[in-house]
């Protein structure tokens, strides 16, 4: 009974110590990308999504990563995982709707920020600004 008690224990902190060890992947990713490292947050946050797939916020920091090394595509791809992953995700709306914004898809764009405005409480004074910008860039 007792080597019974002491491999669960045993593998409860292996567990409870391997989990923390994963989770420092996406606060390692932060402080990289903070420090304007690009290469190793963007190594560390697909670590983290490794282990956690659905972290909607390592694909959103991929996403501004992308955005940084102007590779548009993968900007968009991970912008519309975030939108899979959370609809409401005010951020990466806002961002998508940049996004299509400047590659000319000015109904796309228009159909984000009307998403935004509906759901907005941190983005509302950015959603604003982005509603004036689409309706000045679709008039030209």
Avoid: W
């Amino acid at each position: 009974m007792k080597k019974i008690v002491l491999k669960f224990t045993i593998i409860f902190f292996l567990l409870v110590n391997n989990l923390h060890a994963k989770s420092d992947y996406f606060d390692e990713g932060v402080n990289l990308y903070n420090k304007q490292k690009f290469k190793e947050a963007k190594f560390k946050f697909e670590q983290e999504i490794v282990f956690n797939p659905k972290s909607e916020l390592s694909y959103l920091y991929l996403s501004k990563i992308f955005n940084r090394l102007d590779k548009k595509d993968l900007e968009e791809q991970n912008l519309n995982t975030v939108m899979l992953l959370n609809p409401k995700n005010e951020e990466a709306l806002y961002n998508l709707a940049k996004l299509k914004l400047a590659s000319s898809d000015y109904k796309k764009s228009k159909e984000l920020n009307n998403r935004l405005s509906s759901i907005c409480s941190r983005f509302c004074n950015k959603n604003n600004e982005l509603k004036i910008e689409i309706e000045n860039l679709s008039k030209k």
